[in-house]
């Protein structure tokens, strides 16, 4: 069945309603990772720092298998008298628990629009980031942020760690004394 173009126009004015909702410039987490309030985090977090985390999902392994409840009867002759008799066993097991990882990112008063215009010339200068210089954390961004980031960590929030190797974010030295 063809819907006609103008039963299109109302759902697709109500998405656009709902993206513009979110803050130009503030950063978004991806499906599955949570930039957390300040002074929330893992157990053993930093006085003052920020964090995001990430969830990943147990997984779990389904096997079914027939168990022999009756041999079959079987004459003499090697005919059948009685089939053999099987039940359906399917249980479940987890191959791999959840796993919750946090990570440290730049607090929200740290991501103005100038840092962030920061993180686009830093990815562009390493010809990651293609995009205008806008002080916002747009899709592109993002996209260039996941990027930059993998192998190691699939996310398309700043880490912390990232924001120090783009030069972003100084370093605190150990002591050499």
């Known amino acids: 069945m063809i819907r006609p173009l103008t ?27 949570t930039l957390l309030a300040p002074g929330e985090g893992p157990p053993d977090a930093v006085d003052g720092a920020c964090y995001g985390k990430d969830v990943t999902p147990a997984v779990i392994e389904t096997v079914t298998e027939q168990v022999l409840i ?14 053999a008799v099987y039940k359906t066993d399917t249980r479940q097991r987890i191959v791999q628990d959840r796993q919750e990882f946090f990570f440290e990112v730049p607090c929200p008063d740290q991501m103005t629009p100038e840092f962030i215009a920061s993180v686009q010339r830093a990815l562009e200068v390493r010809g990651i980031y293609r ?3 806008t002080g916002e954390m747009d899709a592109k961004t993002r996209r260039a942020i996941r990027q930059f980031q993998l192998p190691g960590f699939n996310s398309d929030i700043l880490t912390m760690d990232s924001a120090r190797r783009l030069g972003l974010v100084a370093y605190d030295l150990p002591d050499l004394e």
């Open 7 to 33: 039963s299109l126009v109302a759902p697709l004015a109500a998405l656009l309603a709902l993206t513009a909702c979110v803050a130009p410039g503030l950063p978004t987490a991806p499906e599955g990772a």
């Open 70 to 83: 009756q041999p079959p009867q079987i004459a003499s002759d090697g005919a059948i008298i009685a089939p």
């Open 131 to 133: 995009g205008a210089i």
